[in-house]
């Protein structure tokens, strides 16, 4: 046994100060989450309840199997723009009929369920899961179609759905439309393009141009259930292969659907799990608020991994990035965990070689971030930081296996390449409330521009202006600091979620497990193989 020790003292004013901290974040967090879940708000739940209809999330409640989970992805897409949080569409992994399923549910309280920005893009997403784990696709579909007046932003981009949806189906893997009410102009081709489908009686309307463009188009009056109607669909066009009489009795179809589905999970499955031996709640004070004090992400793994059992790769050798195996939930998993935050040289070679290592072993790899990049100065250029830190972001970049990376702390510049970041294509990559991610910190992007700004001046022979230089590294730092923050990162869909600490365990247990429906291939089994590393 290898099993880590800790050395996390819960009593200090240190450790209370941290969860504090953390805690406030959380506060905001599901603040913010709050109103994603809330949808159109209470006038609009109510309202759609009156008229017999459940809620999206109520949806979803009732298609996955009893007491299975729900890994919710990118809950707070489109925070801090001018649509409402969560972009009016639910997205997430759970179990259906015993098999694992990415579900995607238009949230008709919001604007009907229209498709905003925010909303193709996290459905892109979605899709990308999908597409990745090779996981059955289901989508339950209410939706005006496409938000009119920003139409310029969806129409040219929002193809890739049905796109998306064709090579799902071409690669094997099963597309499902539950539809319990509108689907119209673009959104029929999601019924259209889905291998089943099932549309709700007397509920459901599918068609390319309602009554009012048919109207304007042809001049034909037609009244939209016999121009779009479940029935019609089921009995004259066959664009439906199963009507319900109610929602409870599409999710039961379903379901029906999903089991017939005959789907074998192929992958590996996982060992008999030990839970870590230390209090995950701990978890809570690890991280130091502001980030500027390092932390052991020891700390973190031994109330992640299994039985808190760790086999370090190379302790000694560039020590501000720690690698080594574990397993989560049974998985086995090889981890890169920043330490000291700058990544030298060395931690660079390391992380080359534990990369091939995990695939030559089929493992796949776990990145905790918390650097603020690689190191730079005159001694560091000489003895080749970019060579080295070229040669870790190309073993990153072509490495085979699954990637999954959780931001702890700080993930800034290159060093949020080399750690796999979203421009990376991790299977997932989920955040702490404590993180942060930008080009660089706060203070430091803003002395640059002064320093800049400094040496431009004195190259036209102008004096400076000092007050203005400190104007302007105040409003540079708070906009970059803002603009680096787990919220807004999350509303751009830079992350598929911010999560509890408390939670990493279970979260990267769900994603696992999502990986593993089929076999892990590392570089070099099919052909493939690395770039050229400079040495």
Known sequence: MTALRSTLDTSTPEYATNRDAMLAKLAEVEAEHAK?????????????????????????????????????????????SDYPVGASVVTGIG????????????????????????????????????????????????????????????????????????????????????????????????????????????????????????????????????????????????????????????????RRIVARLNRRETGTAPAVAAPPRYDEEELLGIVPDGLKVPFDPREVLARVVDDSDFDEVKPDYGASLVTGWARIHGYPVGVLANARGVLFSEESQKAAQFIQLANQTDTPLLFLHNTTGYMVGTDYEQGGIIKHGAMMINAVSNSRVPH?????GASYGAGHYGMCGRAYDPRFLFAWPSAKSAVMGPQQLAGVLSLVSRAAAEAKGKPYDA?????????????????????????????????????????????????????????????????????
Not at 59 to 70: G, I, K, Q, S
Not at 131 to 157: C, M, R, T, Y
Not at 404 to 408: A, G, Q
């Open 404 to 408: 999954l990376s959780v931001l702890l």
């Open 36 to 80: 994603a879940v809330g949808g159109g708000g209470e006038k609009y739940v109510a309202r759609h309840h009156r008229r017999g209809k459940l809620t999206v999330r109520e949806r979803v409640e009732l298609l996955l199997d009893a007491d299975a989970p729900f890994l919710e992805l990118s809950p707070l897409a489109g925070w801090g």
């Open 467 to 535: 007050d203005g230089d400190a104007a302007l590294r105040a409003a540079v730092e708070s906009q970059v600091e803002a603009e680096s923050l787990p919220l807004f990162l999350s509303g751009r869909l830079y992350d598929d979620g911010v999560i509890d600490p408390r939670d990493t365990r279970t979260v990267l247990g769900l994603c696992l497990s999502a990986v593993h429906t089929r076999p892990v291939r590392g570089a070099g089994f099919d052909g493939t193989g690395f770039g050229v590393f400079r040495m």
């Open 95 to 254: 179990v259906v009929s015993g098999v694992q399923c990415v579900i995607i549910g238009n949230d008709p309280t919001v604007r009907g369920g229209a498709s905003n920005p925010w909303t193709v893009r996290k459905i892109f997403r979605a899709c990308d899961i999908a597409w990745e784990n090779h996981l059955p696709v289901i989508n339950l579909v209410e939706s005006g179609g496409a938000d009119l007046p920003s139409q310029k932003e969806i129409f040219i981009p929002g193809g890739r759905l049905f796109r998306d949806l064709t090579r799902l189906s071409a690669a094997g893997i099963p597309t499902i439309a539950l539809v319990f009410g509108n689907s119209t102009a673009g959104g029929a081709y999601v019924p259209g393009m889905s291998d089943h489908v099932v549309m709700v009686e007397d509920a459901a309307k599918v068609f390319l141009g309602g009554p009012p463009l048919v109207k304007m188009a042809t001049g034909e009056e037609a009244d939209e259930e016999s121009l779009g109607g479940a029935a019609m669909h089921a009995r004259r066009s066959g664009l439906a292969d199963h009507l319900a009489r109610d929602e409870y009795d599409a999710l039961r179809l379903g």
